[in-house]
C-alpha cells in the first residue's frame, strides 16, 4: 500500500485519506486526537487498539458519503 502522508493545512490542522488513519505512527507523530471520516461505512480500524489509542470515541465524527465527484461534500 502506498500511503501518502497527512498534509498539514493550517497549524494543527491536517487533512488525509484513510489509509492515513490505519498509520498510528502518522496519529501520534502529528499528536491527532480528533478525525472527520468521510466515508460511505463504518471501518473496523476505528475498534482496534492502534486507532482508539489516539482518538477517543467522542473526537471521531462519521460521515456516509460516497466516494464520487457527484458528492456534496458541504
Same mark, same amino acid.
Given at each position: 500500500?502506498?500511503? $501518502?502522508?497527512?498534509? @498539514?493545512?493550517?497549524? *494543527?490542522?491536517?487533512?488525509?485519506?484513510?489509509?492515513? !488513519?490505519?498509520? @498510528?505512527?502518522? $496519529?501520534?507523530?502529528? +499528536?491527532?486526537?480528533?478525525?472527520?471520516?468521510?466515508?460511505? #461505512?463504518? $471501518?473496523?480500524?476505528? !475498534?482496534?487498539?492502534?486507532?482508539?489509542? +489516539?482518538?477517543?470515541? *467522542?473526537? +471521531?465524527?462519521?460521515?456516509?458519503?460516497?466516494? #464520487?465527484? !457527484?458528492?456534496? $461534500?458541504?
Amino acid at each position: 500500500m502506498n500511503v $501518502l502522508p497527512v498534509s @498539514e493545512i493550517i497549524p *494543527d490542522l491536517f487533512i488525509g485519506d484513510v489509509l492515513n !488513519t490505519y498509520d @498510528e505512527n502518522a $496519529l501520534r507523530d502529528n +499528536h491527532i486526537s480528533a478525525v472527520v471520516s468521510l466515508v460511505a #461505512s463504518p $471501518l473496523s480500524l476505528w !475498534t482496534r487498539p492502534k486507532f482508539i489509542r +489516539h482518538i477517543d470515541k *467522542d473526537a +471521531h465524527l462519521w460521515i456516509r458519503c460516497q466516494d #464520487s465527484s !457527484t458528492q456534496d $461534500l458541504l
